[in-house]
């Protein structure tokens, strides 16, 4: 795996530093906290860049509205050690501060957590999301003699089969939930909408990433999976105008409604701002549609390939 950083301006590499030393620092206090002997013996064992700043082609125009995000993947020594809940949250909630509140850091900060026998599983059933990063990913922290697995393929038609499931599952759900916003918008109950329209949203995203990776993360961050999703496929981007305060202020009441909008007696949504985001979520809908479909065809044509 790589390691050098030196496609990156100074800045950024000072910035991915204090984004390791702060995932180290809270992973090793909850640990402190910890009475279980298997808590002693955890470890990180590798911090992995990935995405466009590992790539190269990251985005920074903050008056357009568009900043690209860090991707960061933390391989840990036990599975347990992956639950986000349990053992994350606090650095997640760091990294947001030095972003938002202290400025100390440029850009959002993502990551996600597997444990080495997870990741090499996946790496083993042929997921291309992870082979993709070992390929392309920095390895910004590797602890000795803890390789990963050489990665195997799947074939066209496994590939084909567990797509195909996915987008049933996800992508259908995801229509439902917009159907039901608009129905509870219809009937002036907004905040159910918002709820309602964050599911749809985030189901969009997660069968997208399911179709074409067979893989996407245990979050419900909008911006997140945003990031993950148009990273793959610019064309996503169409759906959520940045450069107004308006699009942006939409986007983040949506982002705020899968717990705000449940349990907040503040979160307050006006009319426009709910019609906007439905005809947003509607033109993801059918972004993600178009590229599932494409997805799905190229597959298929690859099966019939393989089978002939």
Known sequence: MKSSLDHLPESKQRE????????FAEFEE????GKAERHKNGRILKIILFGSYARGDWVDDPVGGYVSDY?????????????????????????TAEVTIHKRISAPVNFIVHSLHDLNKKLRRGRPFFIDIVRDG????????HPFDPPQKLSPAETLKEANEFAEEWLETADGFLEQAKFAAGNKRSKIAAFELHQATERLYHGYMLVRTLYSPKSHKLGFLRSQCEQADERLKEAWPRSSRFEQRCFELLRKAYVDARYSPHYKIADDELGWLIS????LQRLVRHAADERLRELREAAGHDGS
Do not use: C, G
Request: glycine share 0%; charged share 30%.
């Open 16 to 23: 991915l530093a204090r984004v390791v030393e702060i995932l």
């Open 30 to 33: 909850r640990l402190a906290d």
């Open 71 to 95: 991707d960061i993947l933390v391989v840990v020594s036990h599975d347990e050690l992956a639950d986000v809940q349990l053992y994350w949250t606090k650095a997640d909630d760091r990294l």
């Open 138 to 145: 920095i390895a910004l922290y590797e602890a000795q003699n």
């Open 280 to 283: 947003r979520v509607e033109v």
